[in-house]
């Protein structure tokens, strides 16, 4: 039994690596942006009803991301 897609499905993955055309490359990056504006809620729900699982997700997300080589990524948000 495959596990699914997180994000990202194999065929996307594979599109934003470089392997297909271009146009499913774009498809899939509005595909991956409006997946972001859902996750924006999901976010907002585990805040109020699971915050250990929001916990999980910011743990996974912001703290174990790499910038594509192993290296921590440097943040560029502002305060």
């Known amino acids: 039994m ?3 897609r997180a994000l990202l499905t194999e065929r996307e993955r594979e599109a934003l690596a470089g392997d297909g055309s271009d146009s499913y ?3 899939t990056r509005t595909y991956f942006r409006s ?3 859902q996750l924006e809620t ?3 729900l585990l805040a109020e009803h ?3 699982l929001l916990d999980d997700l ?3 997300v912001c ?3 790499t910038d594509g080589d192993g290296r ?3 943040d560029t948000t502002t305060e």
Request: hydrophobic letters at 25%.
């Open 72 to 74: 921590e990524a440097t």
């Open 25 to 27: 490359r774009y498809k």
């Open 63 to 65: 703290e174990d991301a």
């Open 35 to 37: 997946r972001l504006e």
């Open 2 to 4: 495959t596990e699914g």
């Open 58 to 60: 910011r743990e996974v």
């Open 50 to 52: 699971d915050p250990e």
């Open 42 to 44: 999901d976010v907002a």
